[in-house]
Protein backbone atom coordinates (compact mmCIF):
# COMPACT_ATOMS: atom_id res chain seq x y z
CA UNK A 1 0.00 0.00 0.00
CA UNK A 2 1.18 3.40 -0.76
CA UNK A 3 2.54 5.38 2.39
CA UNK A 4 4.35 8.53 1.47
CA UNK A 5 6.99 9.86 3.77
CA UNK A 6 7.17 13.82 4.25
CA UNK A 7 10.10 15.80 4.88
CA UNK A 8 8.98 19.22 7.22
CA UNK A 9 10.85 22.13 6.79
CA UNK A 10 10.37 24.24 9.90
CA UNK A 11 11.30 28.01 11.57
CA UNK A 12 9.15 28.45 14.73
CA UNK A 13 6.89 26.95 17.57
CA UNK A 14 5.64 24.08 15.26
CA UNK A 15 1.68 24.07 16.08
CA UNK A 16 0.87 23.22 12.59
CA UNK A 17 3.92 20.25 12.77
CA UNK A 18 1.83 19.01 15.99
CA UNK A 19 -0.65 19.06 14.44
CA UNK A 20 0.74 16.43 11.42
CA UNK A 21 2.57 14.06 14.05
CA UNK A 22 -1.07 14.03 15.85
CA UNK A 23 -2.52 12.51 12.71
CA UNK A 24 -0.11 10.22 11.82
CA UNK A 25 -0.18 8.67 15.59
CA UNK A 26 -3.50 8.84 15.53
CA UNK A 27 -3.49 6.55 12.35
CA UNK A 28 -6.04 9.57 10.23
CA UNK A 29 -2.81 10.58 8.46
CA UNK A 30 -1.42 7.60 6.76
CA UNK A 31 1.79 8.73 6.19
CA UNK A 32 5.46 8.81 7.64
CA UNK A 33 7.37 11.57 8.61
CA UNK A 34 11.29 11.27 8.05
CA UNK A 35 12.49 14.09 9.55
CA UNK A 36 12.10 17.47 10.11
CA UNK A 37 14.96 20.10 9.63
CA UNK A 38 15.16 23.60 11.14
CA UNK A 39 16.82 26.78 9.77
CA UNK A 40 16.86 28.17 13.73
CA UNK A 41 18.56 26.41 16.66
CA UNK A 42 16.23 25.40 19.15
CA UNK A 43 13.01 26.07 17.67
CA UNK A 44 9.77 24.57 19.64
CA UNK A 45 8.90 22.71 16.29
CA UNK A 46 12.44 20.24 16.88
CA UNK A 47 11.14 19.54 20.39
CA UNK A 48 7.64 18.55 19.35
CA UNK A 49 9.64 16.39 16.50
CA UNK A 50 12.33 15.11 19.26
CA UNK A 51 9.28 14.23 22.01
CA UNK A 52 7.41 12.21 18.49
CA UNK A 53 10.48 10.11 18.18
CA UNK A 54 10.70 11.52 14.23
CA UNK A 55 14.72 12.33 13.28
CA UNK A 56 15.93 16.05 13.48
CA UNK A 57 18.46 18.41 12.01
CA UNK A 58 19.31 21.83 12.74
CA UNK A 59 20.80 24.08 9.21
CA UNK A 60 21.02 27.58 10.49
CA UNK A 61 20.76 29.62 6.99
CA UNK A 62 23.49 32.05 8.36
CA UNK A 63 26.30 29.41 8.20
CA UNK A 64 25.91 28.81 4.22
CA UNK A 65 27.45 31.51 2.28
CA UNK A 66 24.73 31.96 0.28
CA UNK A 67 21.39 30.89 -0.31
CA UNK A 68 22.11 28.11 -3.19
CA UNK A 69 24.54 26.67 -0.32
CA UNK A 70 21.71 26.22 1.97
CA UNK A 71 19.24 24.67 -0.02
CA UNK A 72 22.62 22.05 -1.27
CA UNK A 73 22.08 20.99 2.03
CA UNK A 74 18.68 20.84 3.12
CA UNK A 75 18.21 19.09 -0.04
CA UNK A 76 20.99 16.47 0.77
CA UNK A 77 19.33 16.28 3.88
CA UNK A 78 15.67 15.51 2.73
CA UNK A 79 17.38 12.85 -0.05
CA UNK A 80 19.16 10.71 2.87
CA UNK A 81 15.84 10.52 4.77
CA UNK A 82 14.38 9.38 1.43
CA UNK A 83 11.53 11.80 1.48
CA UNK A 84 9.10 12.30 -1.06
CA UNK A 85 7.37 15.39 -0.44
CA UNK A 86 8.38 18.17 1.08
CA UNK A 87 5.79 20.14 3.66
CA UNK A 88 6.84 23.73 4.60
CA UNK A 89 5.26 24.31 7.88
CA UNK A 90 6.33 27.53 9.16
CA UNK A 91 9.39 27.38 7.29
CA UNK A 92 10.80 31.00 6.88
CA UNK A 93 13.11 30.82 3.97
CA UNK A 94 12.58 31.44 0.51
CA UNK A 95 13.52 28.33 -1.51
CA UNK A 96 15.80 28.80 -4.67
CA UNK A 97 15.71 26.82 -8.28
CA UNK A 98 18.10 24.75 -6.67
CA UNK A 99 15.88 23.26 -4.19
CA UNK A 100 12.84 22.93 -6.13
CA UNK A 101 14.34 21.46 -9.16
CA UNK A 102 15.41 18.36 -5.95
CA UNK A 103 11.58 17.89 -5.86
CA UNK A 104 9.45 19.51 -8.99
CA UNK A 105 5.80 19.61 -7.61
CA UNK A 106 6.24 17.90 -4.73
CA UNK A 107 6.87 20.80 -1.66
CA UNK A 108 3.54 21.79 -0.22
CA UNK A 109 3.10 25.30 1.80
CA UNK A 110 0.53 26.30 4.49
CA UNK A 111 -0.33 30.41 3.77
CA UNK A 112 -2.53 32.15 6.55
CA UNK A 113 -4.55 33.74 3.63
CA UNK A 114 -7.02 33.67 0.70
CA UNK A 115 -4.57 33.44 -2.02
CA UNK A 116 -3.54 35.19 -4.18
CA UNK A 117 -5.26 37.98 -1.20
CA UNK A 118 -2.32 38.90 0.95
CA UNK A 119 0.77 37.14 0.22
CA UNK A 120 4.08 37.22 2.13
CA UNK A 121 5.03 38.16 5.28
CA UNK A 122 2.22 38.91 8.55
CA UNK A 123 -0.94 37.65 6.42
CA UNK A 124 -3.13 37.74 9.01
CA UNK A 125 -2.06 41.80 9.57
CA UNK A 126 -2.25 42.68 6.21
CA UNK A 127 -6.00 41.14 6.00
CA UNK A 128 -6.70 42.80 9.70
CA UNK A 129 -5.37 46.01 8.77
CA UNK A 130 -7.34 46.26 5.25
CA UNK A 131 -10.78 45.42 7.17
CA UNK A 132 -11.33 42.04 5.17
CA UNK A 133 -14.21 40.56 6.50
CA UNK A 134 -13.28 36.73 5.49
CA UNK A 135 -9.85 35.66 5.40
CA UNK A 136 -8.45 31.99 5.71
CA UNK A 137 -5.65 29.89 4.76
CA UNK A 138 -4.26 28.51 1.59
CA UNK A 139 -2.81 24.94 0.95
CA UNK A 140 -0.53 25.23 -2.04
CA UNK A 141 2.15 23.79 -4.02
CA UNK A 142 5.82 26.09 -3.98
CA UNK A 143 6.77 27.32 -6.91
CA UNK A 144 9.54 29.82 -7.88
CA UNK A 145 7.34 33.19 -6.67
CA UNK A 146 6.29 33.71 -3.01
CA UNK A 147 2.79 32.05 -2.57
CA UNK A 148 2.02 31.57 -6.44
CA UNK A 149 2.08 27.77 -6.86
CA UNK A 150 -1.19 25.81 -7.54
CA UNK A 151 -3.58 26.10 -4.77
CA UNK A 152 -4.57 23.02 -3.60
CA UNK A 153 -7.68 23.66 -1.09
CA UNK A 154 -8.46 26.92 0.59
CA UNK A 155 -10.37 27.42 4.17
CA UNK A 156 -12.33 30.33 5.28
CA UNK A 157 -12.32 32.13 8.54
CA UNK A 158 -14.54 35.23 9.38
CA UNK A 159 -13.62 38.41 10.98
CA UNK A 160 -15.88 38.67 13.70
CA UNK A 161 -16.73 42.59 14.92
CA UNK A 162 -14.34 43.63 17.59
CA UNK A 163 -11.81 41.15 17.01
CA UNK A 164 -7.96 41.85 17.70
CA UNK A 165 -5.17 40.84 15.57
CA UNK A 166 -4.12 38.39 17.94
CA UNK A 167 -7.83 36.72 17.80
CA UNK A 168 -8.04 36.81 14.33
CA UNK A 169 -4.44 35.15 14.20
CA UNK A 170 -5.61 32.58 16.59
CA UNK A 171 -8.37 31.35 14.77
CA UNK A 172 -6.82 31.59 11.22
CA UNK A 173 -4.03 28.98 13.17
CA UNK A 174 -6.72 26.72 13.90
CA UNK A 175 -7.76 26.33 10.53
CA UNK A 176 -4.40 26.13 9.19
CA UNK A 177 -4.34 23.03 11.87
CA UNK A 178 -7.37 21.25 9.89
CA UNK A 179 -6.90 22.16 6.63
CA UNK A 180 -3.20 20.86 6.48
CA UNK A 181 -3.95 17.66 7.97
CA UNK A 182 -6.96 17.11 5.41
CA UNK A 183 -4.82 18.51 2.49
CA UNK A 184 -2.07 15.52 3.29
CA UNK A 185 -4.63 12.87 3.78
CA UNK A 186 -5.66 13.54 0.28
CA UNK A 187 -1.90 13.83 -0.88
CA UNK A 188 -1.27 10.41 1.56
CA UNK A 189 -4.49 8.80 -0.64
CA UNK A 190 -2.95 10.00 -3.70
CA UNK A 191 -6.22 11.93 -4.55
CA UNK A 192 -4.29 15.00 -5.46
CA UNK A 193 -2.49 14.64 -8.95
CA UNK A 194 -0.06 17.25 -10.12
CA UNK A 195 0.14 16.46 -14.34
CA UNK A 196 3.06 18.87 -14.58
CA UNK A 197 1.12 19.47 -18.00
CA UNK A 198 -0.25 23.95 -18.06
CA UNK A 199 -4.02 24.58 -19.47
CA UNK A 200 -3.92 28.53 -20.17
CA UNK A 201 -2.00 30.00 -17.04
CA UNK A 202 -2.35 27.59 -14.60
CA UNK A 203 -0.20 24.48 -13.52
CA UNK A 204 -2.71 21.36 -13.52
CA UNK A 205 -4.21 19.72 -10.41
CA UNK A 206 -7.06 16.85 -10.24
CA UNK A 207 -8.50 15.44 -7.09
CA UNK A 208 -10.22 12.49 -7.17
CA UNK A 209 -9.90 9.13 -6.94
CA UNK A 210 -6.14 7.48 -8.00
C1 LIG B 1 1.66 29.72 10.48
O1 LIG B 1 0.74 30.76 10.60
C2 LIG B 1 2.05 29.52 9.04
O2 LIG B 1 1.00 29.70 8.15
C3 LIG B 1 3.07 30.60 8.88
O3 LIG B 1 3.83 30.56 10.06
C4 LIG B 1 3.00 30.08 11.11
C5 LIG B 1 3.69 28.91 11.73
O4 LIG B 1 3.10 28.50 12.91
N1 LIG B 1 3.81 30.46 7.66
P1 LIG B 1 3.56 27.16 13.63
O5 LIG B 1 5.07 27.20 13.75
O6 LIG B 1 3.09 26.00 12.80
O7 LIG B 1 2.90 27.22 14.98
Not at 4 to 19: D, E, I, M
Not at 35 to 41: F, G, M, R, Y
Not at 47 to 58: D, I, L, Y
Request: charged share 20%.
Amino acid sequence: MYRPKFGVLVSGGGTNLQAILDAVSSGKLEADIGVVISNVAGAGALKRAEASGVPTATLPHKSFGSREQFDEALVARLLEADVQWIVLAGFMRLLTPTFLEAFPWRVINIHPALLPAFPGVDAQGQAFRYGAKITGCTVHLVDAGTDTGPILAQLAVPVLDGDTEDELRKRVLLAEHELFVDTLCLIAKRSVVVSGGVEGQRTVVRFGPP
